[in-house]
Every structure is written in C-alpha cells, then in structure tokens.
C-alpha cells in the first residue's frame, strides 16, 4: 500500500485526486492521511467525496474513511477499470445539496476512463462554474482540446449551467477509451491567434453580460489583442454571471475567467478576467499556472518524454510532481529559474 501526505505541498484536493486517479489506474492500493490539510475547512467536501466515490466505483474499489470531513482515507482498487456509462451528482453526498465543482470529478476518472478498454458516457450533476476551480468552459476550450493533442478522446457538452451556491448544473462526457498517450513538447507558444470570450448570466437581466462583454472587447482591443466576444443570457436554477477568455496560440491554448457577485460591477468581473489574461500574455509562457500541473500527469503516463515551459513555478505544480513519483511512473524535474518542467517516461 502506497502512503501519502496529503499535507504535503499547498496540501489541498489535487493531491488526493492525482492519488485516486493512479491509483485506479495502477491497482494499486493507497492509504491517504491530513486530506486538505493545508485548508481552511480541512478534509474530504463534497466535490472530493464524489471524487472519491466515483473513483472507487469505476473499478470496484473498497474504500475506508469515505465520509464528509474525513482526513483519513484507504483505497483498495477492486480491478481494472471499466468502461460505462455512469452518473455522478454533487449534490447526492451532503445534506441541501452542494455547488462543488464537478470538473474535480471529471479530472479525477478522465484518465483511468480513456485508458481503460471500450468507450464511456458520464453525467455529472453540481458546480460547473465555481471560483477555486476549473469552470466547465476551461474544461471544454482548454484542458481538453490540450489533452487532445496527447493522445486522449474526449468531449463535454453543458446541458445546464450551476453556480456557487446553489448548483444545479449538468455536464455530459464522453470518453473514448484505449487512448495511447503520447508526450508533449512545448517550450514556444508562438504568435497570438485570437482570444475568443463568452459572457454569460442565468436568471438576470441581458444587459449584465452585454457590459461585461463590451469592458472586455474594449480592454483586449486597446492592448492590442483581436478578440471576440459573445454575450449569453441563459436558463439556470438560480442567478450567476460570469466571463470566460480563450487565449489561442500557435502552439497553445489558455484560459481565465470572472464571476460576477454582489456589489461589484459586470465591468468590474471583465476587467479581473483580462487582468488576469494579459499578465500571461506578458510571461511569453506556453502553459499557464493552472494548466501546468493539470498536464503533468497525462505527461507521466505517456510513451514518450514530455517537457513545457509554463507562465510560473507554483506549488500545485510541485505537490503534483511529488505525488505522482511515488507511483514511480517516472522522474519530473522542475527548472525553477528556466520555468521547464521535463517529465521522462519510464516506457521510453
């Protein structure tokens, strides 16, 4: 049985999730300790449990320490993965439901789904656009599409929009299993393409995402990026507003995003949303901070070495490095002062 810390690093859900991933892809069986340690609200919320649950379900896995709260959790791997169809809902795991972010569910069976043989079709049900989290939009313009370029066959379609409190929302996706990964190599991003933005609010008037998305076109244009925007106003189960950027390169995709809430201004949600693009424009960077430890793990179970120069060096990137050698899938060594991440494969 493999231990971790999960403490260790910025000790936060990425270090369960990468364990729960490998280990159904492994088999191997995995003892958890100071899940979370490092938050406000230490272990297992709702998004994680679900995590935990579907992990453990899509390969007959035994579990221990499966409880909201818990920071003690023990894995045992029931077999190899298996294709299906599944639902996954949030909110089925805390008394009045819950907005935890389901994309936290989707990057946690991603992996042992596409590897595994014969094709998948999941529903998930809670958050799909929380602060703290990848918003389903990243999942689809960004994380996807990169991973895409790895090797892994995958789609999501939004069936309904949820957002943090209430939830609500729905995500359909479809894994094509028996995926081959291949590595990454990706030091230059090249030229800016385009940055495409979507503005969207549920259950509030039209002209909230109309402002947000004029703030942002005009932002973006007067620095000098060709942009284009889209603004929705769409049905949802409760109020949320928010703004979501697409930066396209030659080489490389990458994301930011706003979440409208009370007291600040839609202009206000656009202009953290552009701040946050064009402080990344300014790194040169081909993969941003949260892409770079997102790409670590289809990168360490690939066929091939991968390296990538990412916007900055964060203590996601490095918890994750530390979590996956202890499955000994490889070495991952993180130049601080170049910003590289190099990832050699032990298949090669």
């Known amino acids: 049985m493999i231990d971790i810390d999960g403490s260790y690093g910025e000790g936060g859900g990425q270090v369960l999730r990468t364990s729960l991933s490998l280990a159904a892809i492994t088999g191997e069986p995995i003892r958890i300790a100071g899940i979370r340690a490092g938050r406000r609200k230490p272990g297992l919320a709702a998004q994680h449990l679900t995590a935990v649950r579907a992990a453990a379900r899509i390969c007959h896995g035994e579990l221990q320490g499966d409880a909201l709260g818990s920071t003690m959790l023990e894995f045992i791997p029931g077999g190899g993965v298996k294709a299906g169809n599944y639902i996954f809902d949030v909110s089925e795991v805390q008394q009045g439901g819950s907005a935890g972010a389901i994309t936290l569910v989707l990057q946690t069976i991603l992996l042992p789904l596409a590897l595994a043989d014969g094709d998948s079709h999941i529903t998930l049900r809670g958050g799909t656009h929380v602060i703290f989290s990848p918003t389903v939009t990243y ?5 996807l599409p990169m991973l895409c370029r790895m090797g892994i066959k995958a789609q999501v379609k939004l069936g309904a929009w ?3 409190p ?3 929302g729905e995500v359909n996706l479809q894994v094509k299993g028996g995926c081959q990964l291949c590595g990454l190599n990706l030091l230059e991003r090249g030229e800016l393409k385009r940055v495409q933005g979507l503005a969207v609010a549920t259950e509030l008037p039209a002209h909230i995402p109309q402002r947000m998305a004029n703030r942002a076109e005009n932002l973006l244009r007067k620095a000098g990026l060709r942009v284009s925007m889209q603004a929705l ?5 409760a109020p949320g507003a928010g703004i979501f950027l697409t930066a396209e390169y030659c080489n490389s995709l990458t994301g930011f995003g706003g979440f ?3 007291r600040l201004s839609s202009e206000k949600v656009a202009e953290i949303a552009c701040g946050q693009l064009l402080q990344f424009h300014e790194t040169g960077a081909p993969v941003d901070e949260h892409l770079a430890d997102q790409l670590l793990l289809p990168a360490a179970l690939a066929s091939e070495s991968s390296q990538y120069k990412v916007a900055e060096v964060s203590t996601h990137l490095t918890t994750n490095a530390a979590v996956i050698e202890k499955f000994g899938l ?3 060594t993180v130049n601080q002062a170049e910003r590289v991440v190099a990832i050699a494969s032990d298949k090669t």
Do not use: N, S, T
Request: aromatic share 14%; no cysteine.
């Open 139 to 143: 999942i689809e313009r960004v994380y």
């Open 330 to 332: 490889g070495k991952i």
């Open 162 to 164: 949820g957002w943090y």
């Open 166 to 168: 209430r939830g609500g």
């Open 260 to 262: 409208g809430r009370l």
């Open 233 to 237: 106003r769409e049905k949802g189960v």
